[in-house]
């Protein structure tokens, strides 16, 4: 075999290891094979081998990125039906990567989210608002107002748009087309006679992507004729609207701003609402974090309850930061990321070929929980894994929850202030009461977030 000695889990005839992986969950199954095969195994489907590979020690080699490169394919490639070459879904060597990476670096940098930080808390009072007024039993579904902060926030600082979702029971049109396509490709999987079952989902997909395209560059269209001028803006569509790449001397052009648009979307609101959502379940299974979190917050933002956090204080809530990055180890919102080799490959030490382009996915849920990293009790939620000299002692490349190299992800400081925020904002106000004894079940759509995780709140006694 040409993968030779990699593991490989029992095949069946002609669909290899396609139908034996979990559908439903197939990151929690691949996880489980990592634990019983090892650091590095491979499956077949269907004629296409995917290597999966989750030990430190290779992860680190294979983030070397003179050999490697982020590859999209699978369930990514079909997410370009939305994404289109944004971002996320383009493939390195296509002009608007590069174009769009070096326009897009100014707004997604630290100076960057000092005049969206306004905009956050806006929507961040929205969110503990609705909270406050809630009835002594009224339950929260947590990832479902995470969602809609993260949604809002992402839409107020991209673009200047209100989704206003605490001002309605379902969501915005436009999450109801997102959320049903990503469903639909996330269903496709190539199998036989699939496209016969699945014509009525591909013709809504269809639909729902020509209604959300529609919406976006009307948004852009609007943005370019306002008298207002592009320039008085201070969004992410503005940046978009003026950047020129000093490479080329280009901008980008509207149909792929749009793509951007759709694709801050996708990452805005799948990824951080599952950070904020694992966080609060830690919190609530730990008292001892949760009170030294109180004590930070009470610190930091002082003692008036409906202060308005400044972006330095945010800055200096690192007991939090500690907080969130211990949850992005343990349940990373993006579980996997794709890449392949540029030429043939011998890794491990001479152990493994890589054929060139071999699609290799690194398993971040494995990485994160690997022994020789994190020690013989990997699975225990411990913050003082990222206290300032544990990160110092610690090797590179062994926590992933971004990705890796000028593929990993642009907005990685976006997200991290939005948490911190928005946590700092619902700890200074109020007690979490976790009534149903929630124990974590982990859904999987292009993500990893909680379901059904429901909690209640109080005011904070301790502060009136
Ligand atoms: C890429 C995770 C929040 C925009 C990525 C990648 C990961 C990731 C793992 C690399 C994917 C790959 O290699 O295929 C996360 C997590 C987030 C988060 C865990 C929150 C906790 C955000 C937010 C935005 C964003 C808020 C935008 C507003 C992007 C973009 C890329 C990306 C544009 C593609 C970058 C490129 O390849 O040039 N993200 N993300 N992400 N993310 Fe995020």
């Not at 034996?20 to 491979?42: C, M, N, Y």
């Not at 009224?138 to 673009?159: P, S, Y």
Request: aromatic content about 8%.
């Amino acid at each position: 075999n040409r993968l030779d000695p990699i593991p490989q889990p029992p095949t069946k005839p002609v669909v290899g290891n396609m139908l034996s992986l979990d559908s439903a969950a197939p990151v929690q199954h691949l996880t489980r094979l990592a634990k019983e095969l090892g650091p590095i195994f491979w499956l077949d489907m269907m004629g296409s081998p995917i290597v999966v590979v989750s030990g430190h020690d290779l992860v680190d080699e294979l983030s070397d990125e003179k050999r490697f490169d982020k590859t999209v394919r699978g369930a990514l490639r079909r997410v370009r039906a939305v994404g289109g070459d944004g971002l996320f879904t383009a493939d390195t060597r296509e002009p608007n990567w590069s174009k769009a990476h070096n326009i897009l670096l100014q707004p997604f940098g630290n100076r960057a989210m000092q005049s969206y930080h306004p905009s956050m808390v806006d929507i961040a009072e929205q969110l503990v608002n609705k909270w406050e007024r809630l009835n002594a039993d009224d339950e929260i579904d947590v990832v479902h107002d995470m969602t809609a902060l993260t949604l809002d926030t992402i839409g107020l600082c991209g673009f200047d748009y209100r989704f206003n979702s605490f001002y309605r029971r379902d969501y915005h049109p436009f999450v109801e087309s997102l959320v049903r396509s990503l469903e639909t490709i996330m269903m496709t999987r190539g199998l036989p006679f699939e496209q016969l079952w699945m014509q009525k989902r591909r013709k809504t997909l269809g639909e729902d992507v020509a209604f959300m395209n529609k919406m976006v560059d009307e948004i852009i269209a609007e943005r370019r004729k306002s008298a207002e001028g592009i320039d008085d803006k201070k969004d992410m569509l503005a940046a978009m609207m003026t950047g020129v790449d000093r490479a080329t001397g280009e901008q980008l052009d509207d149909v792929n701003i749009r793509y951007q648009i759709n694709t801050f979307l996708i990452a805005g609101h799948e990824t951080t609402s599952g950070l904020l959502s694992c966080t609060i379940y830690a919190l609530l299974k730990h008292p001892d974090i949760l009170k030294k979190a109180y004590d930070e917050v009470d610190r930091v933002f002082g003692p008036d309850v409906n202060a308005k956090p400044t972006y330095q204080q945010v800055t200096q809530l690192t007991y939090i930061t500690q907080i969130l990055k211990e949850a992005l180890r343990l349940w990373p919102p993006a579980p996997a990321y794709g890449i392949s080799p540029l030429k043939d490959e011998v890794i491990g030490g001479g152990k493994y070929r890589l054929r060139k382009g071999t699609f290799t996915t690194i398993l971040v849920t494995a990485l994160h929980r690997d022994p020789s990293v994190w020690g013989p009790n990997p699975d225990a939620f411990d913050p003082e894994n990222f206290s300032r000299e544990a990160e110092a002692k610690r090797p590179i490349n062994a926590w992933k929850p971004f990705g890796n190299g000028q593929r990993a992800c642009i907005g990685r400081g976006f997200a991290m202030h939005e948490a911190a925020l928005a946590l700092g904002m619902i700890l200074q106000r109020f007690k979490l009461i976790d009534h149903q004894r929630y124990q974590m079940h982990l859904k999987e759509t292009l993500t990893m977030k909680p379901e059904g995780f429901k909690i209640k709140v109080r005011p904070r006694a301790d502060r009136e």
